[in-house]
């Protein structure tokens, strides 16, 4: 699908729109989309010193699992919530350079401020509730979460000039399909669950903003392919603003990134997914976010049949989410870390691969 000069006009209604600051040629926009993720990374190197002493000061630390791996206990008291430097940077970039003539990029920028809100009230709830509230509960957090994921999938769905008018699937080495309604509930679906399952992934320094970060350029690539040069913008701000984050996030994290990250990241990656068409490939180019999620549905599901079936709970893997039933296994975080990325990679390749295929 072809960017529109105005995202939500329609040819029945006419609308007089801002002049986009990007350029109009695919390969111009693809060059200066590289310059802005240069940008988010040095805007994110600015910024995100004075969050970390900032976060520092206020004591908003992390308070790690008891029953986890010993080594991680070192962690405790490593300041929380630095996704805010991530959000923040996109999302100003976005808004300056992504948004005139392009106002369909308002919806990816609007997930990852509605989640990233989210994600911060629940670290903040975590840590001054810690023992007592414990922070947001459980539902709490899905129905704010499940609520950004349908009012993202009905702009998506909504025709102009209310909306992004899209509808269609990408089968891979079959063609395209049109879902009619059904495309709402399985865009909501598929955001929340993408969110959820970079908030999984993130319990190593560097595993989710790494990971995510490769995941971005793999969409990238396929909104280039597409022509749609306002998600390739987007991604690429993403990728520099994690590379940013990464900075201050590397073994030793000097900060992590919380919900305000996790949460935000992996709702903005799905939402750039449904807009390039190619949201089936999503398990593909985030093999190590399904991975992750799979194995905490194992892990909670035997472990309640077994109570039922023998009368106590027993494990598939050591420990969950993934990474840590690895690091339980005897490899080092950096080497879970490391592999991970591998894995991300090769994964991203194959999702580009497969998407190329049907171009």
């Not at 609308?15 to 989309?33: E, G, K």
């Not at 992934?201 to 022509?227: E, K, M, N, S």
């Not at 976010?289 to 109570?307: D, H, N, P």
Request: proline letters at 4%.
């Amino acid at each position: 699908m072809i960017e529109r000069p105005h995202p939500f006009a329609s040819a029945e209604t006419p609308v007089v729109a801002l002049a986009s600051v990007m350029p109009s040629d695919p390969n111009q926009n693809m060059a200066v989309s590289l310059a802005l993720a240069g940008l988010a990374f040095v805007v994110t190197l600015i910024i995100g010193r004075p969050i970390v002493t900032y976060l520092r000061m206020q004591k908003v630390g992390k308070a790690v699992r008891s029953d986890g791996p010993q080594t991680h206990l070192v962690k405790t008291g490593t300041p929380t919530m630095g996704g805010i430097m991530v959000a923040a940077t996109v999302i100003v970039i976005t808004l300056i350079f992504n948004t005139a003539g392009r106002l369909s990029m308002l919806l990816p920028a609007g997930v990852l401020l509605a989640c990233a809100t989210l994600g911060a009230l629940d670290d903040r709830l975590s840590l001054l509730g810690r023992g007592a509230t414990g922070g947001m509960s459980a539902r709490g957090k899905m129905v704010w979460l499940v609520a950004v994921g349908i009012v993202a999938a009905v702009i998506l769905h909504l025709p102009f000039p209310y909306g992004l008018g899209l509808q269609h699937i990408y089968v891979p080495f079959v063609g395209r399909f049109e879902l009619g309604l059904l495309y709402v509930p399985v865009a909501a679906f598929a955001i929340v669950a993408t969110a959820n399952a970079v908030n999984f992934t993130d319990g190593l320094d560097t595993l989710a903003g790494g990971t995510a970060a490769i995941a971005f350029v793999a969409y990238a690539i396929i909104a280039y392919r597409q022509g749609q040069l306002g998600v390739v913008t987007f991604c690429f701000t993403m990728v520099g603003a994690l590379m940013g984050f990464l900075w201050f996030n590397a073994h030793p994290a000097q900060v992590f990134m919380g919900d305000t990250g996790s949460l935000a990241i992996g709702a903005a990656l799905g939402t750039a997914a449904f807009m390039t068409g190619q949201w089936l490939l999503l398990p593909v180019v985030g093999a190590v976010f399904l991975a992750e999620t799979i194995s905490v549905i194992l892990q909670v599901g035997w472990f309640k049949w077994t109570r039922r079936r023998f009368g106590e709970g027993r494990r598939l893997f050591r420990m969950t989410p993934l990474h840590h039933h690895f690091e339980m296994l005897g490899w080092s975080e950096t080497q879970v870390t490391m592999r991970f990325w591998m894995l991300a990679m090769m994964s991203g390749i194959a999702g580009v691969a497969m998407a190329l295929l049907q171009l």
